[in-house]
């Protein structure tokens, strides 16, 4: 077919797409999702029309036996989940700023840095900035002391503001003012707070006397995010209105999370919560949670608290908490799956026994490196030491299909790309054909014109007789065929 008769075939599709009665045809406000170059993911059902004989699956990362980063000198007794992974693509090392409580040392909380030429073996270089028990001879960043939390941000070599390339938010509950705080540096050792400290103000003890909820917590962490040009903070809020007395809280009122977004990094609109315990879940809080942003999806690392129960049967009430996933379609509305994503280890002993909290994700290479802090005891007792947990790539959530053929069918939707891959361990065969608008096959995509696909990699090519350029702009619904196949979702490419 000519490309002048595909582009009338494409009028003649968005017609009956928007007037025509049909099965597949749908209503008129409801357009095609458009596609763009990125990955896109099943986790959610968004871009599912149909499934047939399919299961969905939650896949927990695979941990790594030992802590990455453990207690070692006074001024590193308790690493703490808020922490920032980067590659540094000059020097080909990774890059590590972290939180570290440390009790009975001044500083007792403070930041620090490590490096690792692999992501997984890290190093606390003697940066010689910070005295200590009378030395300098430590990791320790020059940054405010004494806060949680860790937004971190590096802007870049071509960052506009030198002064201001990397970013810092923490949590500030001291005299100088309760609440979000923020502070700049040109190095990302030595960093400056922000004259207009704090930028979103904290409960300053009238949150519960008042029943004023949405007031931004101890617990924060961020990400960039690209479909609207905002930073993206997740913070830990407290909700009011629930049964029973959880710990540490007032009767009544719940640790639970929110959100909120800026420009620049300073102005910064007042939280709105996300997500809301279940109350059919007995004493359930959230702690937060880390944001990230896969193609069009958001994503979040919810960590789930157990004030209320033991790690061991019979043992002492000193909580549990575990990681589970968190997703939207536009940073307002969020589902939750209770699958754990990273689960505490049931083993008693275990240096995460009691905890599990994702603290950051880093992709590296085909895998996904999700860093986690474990608890031993308890949520207040105890050691707390950093993990790494591996999962492939974007392999977060499959739709599986066994022996039995099954069937996923998206919506209409736009491809802009000229090829695709696919994420996917077959072991069987999968095969993908493009429809129209009506349901009929778009000749060159059927069945019989795509290559047999097999193999386990997160970016299987697809092949068909036709070319994806030919159908550029038009409308088509993604029908795939599975058998013995984990399929966790696919990619766009120019």
Known sequence: ????????????WTALYFGMGSGLAVAADKKPIPLDVGPHLFVDD??????IHLARTTHQPEKLPRPILSKAEPWHQQPLYFQKVLHDPRTSKFRMWYNVKNPGV???VCFCYAESDDAVHWTR?????VSVNGSKRNNVIDAPFGHFGLFFVDEGDNC???ARRYKMAYYNAGRRGTGLHVAFSADGFRFKPYSGNPVIQGDAGKRFASGYANV?????DGCWNPLTGQYLLGCKITEGGYPGKPHWLPEGWRRTVGM?????FITWRRPWQIILPDPANGMEEFYGFQPLIRGTLYLGLLRVLRDDLPADPGGPVEGIGWTELISSRDGKNWTRYQDRLIDRNPAPGSWDHAMAWAGNLLAVGDKDYLYFCGYSAGHKVGDRQNGLAILRKNGFVSRDADNKEGVLRTPLVVIHGHRITVNACVRGEMRLRLLDPLGRPIPGFDLQDCSPVQGDSVSLPLRWRGSLATLKNMPVRMEFHLQNTQLYGFD???
């Open 1 to 12: 077919m000519s490309v002048m008769a595909r582009m009338m075939s494409a009028v003649c």
């Open 216 to 220: 931004i917590g101890d617990v924060i």
């Open 125 to 129: 270089p003697n940066l010689g900035l």
């Open 160 to 162: 506009r503001e030198p």
């Open 46 to 51: 968004y871009l599912i029309e149909q499934s």
């Open 260 to 264: 909120t977004v800026s420009k620049d």
């Open 106 to 108: 001044k500083p007792s």
């Open 492 to 494: 766009v490419l120019e």
